[in-house]
């Protein structure tokens, strides 16, 4: 697709203004578009999704000659314009292979856009993100990464990332969540959100839906219930109930306030993480990802 | 010890400049202190090391009374003056047990020694931190996890934090990094900062005190070096190396550049977190936070 030969230098343009209204949550679901700032997840996003996106929006140095006047207004010519970076030439370069529009900027214009762009954003479309729950097909033994109120942009983007690399099928974020496409969780996820179906249903349809695939859920949790108290993971784990047969959906609680016990009692059994030093506690993030490589390595080594 | 009676609400004061000059760490290194900022902090500092607190400034909102010129002309009395909260309350009163000194201090005061104190800031003894090596006693099998120029202070609070859970008995910052005494450290370690000791030597030294105590270095790398490329997790702990006799040193390296090839040739192995889904890698703390505690589970079950 072409490439604007302009420059757009109006940080007040229409077009522009839109883009940057896209940090709204509102505006995203309005325009039915989000954001996906810098080099790193732009690239995942024209290797795994290009069809998603619509729009590109490259920072660009100017050349050695005058901005003239163009007949948009908006618009100043140069021959020599050129992307921030040799990384970010290549991404211009790679979506032309796509139905993807690259326009040009200026410093001030990406400013305006993000102040967090390192001289590349793209605009993609929101509706293609959403995914069913129906359309998400689960192999024998599946691994489902889920989030109950996750909160905070930057945890709910690396938990996807800790999910993709430990090879899980899906993540849900469960009940009221930070927005998926939060640009702060499109960028922490480092390109995973398009690696792996990201879902979002209330906390009913989550038990429902794990019901119907016949998934055990595994509450992460550091406590458990009176009575019933969590089981360490490393004993979770030798026990075998990891048959590589039936899926596994393993729940992770809030930031700060964990998992409530009307949760706790529905799910199938609690899972801590062991304590060996002084430390209290591991942060959300970190917890999940060890238990989620923790039970890749153990169901992989049993593979072999 | 005593609570002094006055508040000090002179931002500008000799003593309150000192304390918000430990910021730097040149000052720390010339006064001799260094901050523990917040709650969390302040109480794993008070219940390990108490010995090594001076002082404690405490924000007060002030009471009914209308504050009064005392004779050191820095102090105003009131007598209703309370901490912010009742768990800084607590702290305060914990610390009566030892030789600490507790300054009630005004708002403008406490935003001039810290911006993020949560009411409560301890100054402590920066010599008393220091830890050689000689001193740390590494018992039979004993775990280390060592960071090669870590440069990030949250990266570096967040993996003592993790070495801490994993119960590794020693943390060591190896070559040029971030300093263990800056604010942002001791925060994000919430605390494992003081459960576990922390040792800076340069590389040089680091390979000699890990052949000295007769330790296998193994470095965490994604790839290792050619013909000798890093052994996958799983298969490493599998095969049984880490015995519970010989020590272990697991050697991370920078956040943006991994291990120097000239390192990776002084190491006994290096060992990789196997990459199961579709993300390239993950950040250095969730790799270190997974290493370590999969070791640590590994030789726990071990001992069962």
């Given at each position: 697709?072409?490439?604007?030969?302009?420059?757009i230098d109006?940080?007040k343009?229409?077009?522009?203004?839109k883009?940057?209204?896209?940090?709204?949550?509102?505006?995203?679901?309005?325009?039915?578009r989000f954001?996906i700032?810098?080099p790193?997840?732009?690239?995942?996003?024209?290797?795994?999704r290009p069809e998603?996106i619509?729009?590109?929006f490259?920072?660009?140095r100017?050349?050695?000659?005058a901005?003239?006047?163009?007949a948009?207004?908006?618009?100043?010519?140069?021959?020599q314009?050129r992307?921030?970076s040799?990384?970010?030439?290549?991404?211009?370069a790679?979506?032309?292979a796509y139905?993807i529009y690259?326009?040009?900027?200026?410093?001030r214009?990406?400013?305006?856009i993000?102040?967090?762009?390192?001289?590349i954003?793209?605009?993609?479309?929101?509706?293609?993100m959403r995914?069913d729950?129906?359309?998400?097909p689960l192999a024998?033994?599946a691994?489902?990464?889920?989030?109950?109120?996750?909160?905070?942009?930057?945890n709910?983007g690396t938990?996807?990332r800790?999910?993709?690399a430990?090879g899980?099928?899906?993540?849900?974020?469960?009940?009221?969540?930070?927005?998926?496409?939060n640009?702060?969780v499109?960028?922490?996820?480092?390109?995973?959100?398009?690696?792996?179906?990201?879902?979002t249903?209330?906390?009913?349809?989550f038990?429902?839906w794990?019901?119907?695939?016949?998934?055990?859920v595994?509450?992460?949790d550091?406590?458990?219930?009176?009575?019933?108290?969590a089981?360490?993971?490393?004993?979770?784990?030798?026990?075998?109930e990891?048959?590589g047969?039936?899926?596994?959906a393993?729940?992770?609680?809030n930031?700060?306030?964990?998992?409530?016990?009307?949760?706790?009692?529905?799910?199938?059994?609690?899972?801590?993480i062991?304590?060996?030093?002084?430390a209290e506690?591991l942060?959300?993030a970190?917890?999940?990802a060890?238990?989620l490589h923790?039970?890749?390595?153990?169901?992989?080594?049993?593979?072999i």
């Amino acid at each position: 697709m072409p490439i604007h030969s302009g420059i757009i230098d109006n940080p007040k343009a229409d077009r522009i203004r839109k883009v940057s209204d896209l940090s709204s949550r509102k505006r995203r679901e309005e325009y039915g578009r989000f954001c996906i700032e810098g080099p790193q997840a732009v690239r995942e996003a024209i290797a795994y999704r290009p069809e998603i996106i619509g729009d590109l929006f490259v920072e660009v140095r100017a050349g050695g000659q005058a901005q003239g006047e163009q007949a948009q207004g908006e618009q100043a010519q140069t021959e020599q314009a050129r992307p921030l970076s040799t990384v970010v030439e290549r991404l211009e370069a790679d979506s032309q292979a796509y139905d993807i529009y690259v326009h040009h900027v200026t410093s001030r214009v990406m400013q305006r856009i993000s102040t967090d762009s390192q001289g590349i954003v793209a605009v993609a479309d929101l509706a293609a993100m959403r995914v069913d729950a129906e359309d998400v097909p689960l192999a024998e033994g599946a691994t489902v990464a889920a989030f109950w109120q996750i909160r905070d942009p930057g945890n709910a983007g690396t938990v996807i990332r800790a999910a993709d690399a430990a090879g899980c099928d899906a993540v849900v974020f469960v009940d009221d969540c930070v927005d998926v496409l939060n640009p702060k969780v499109v960028r922490s996820s480092v390109g995973s959100l398009f690696h792996i179906p990201v879902l979002t249903m209330s906390t009913r349809e989550f038990m429902q839906w794990t019901k119907s695939i016949h998934a055990k859920v595994v509450a992460a949790d550091v406590y458990g219930l009176e009575g019933r108290p969590a089981m360490p993971l490393p004993e979770y784990i030798q026990q075998g109930e990891l048959d590589g047969v039936q899926p596994h959906a393993f729940l992770f609680g809030n930031e700060a306030r964990g998992l409530p016990e009307s949760i706790l009692k529905q799910v199938d059994r609690s899972v801590c993480i062991p304590m060996y030093g002084k430390a209290e506690s591991l942060n959300l993030a970190t917890s999940a990802a060890i238990l989620l490589h923790t039970v890749a390595m153990s169901s992989h080594i049993e593979r072999i």
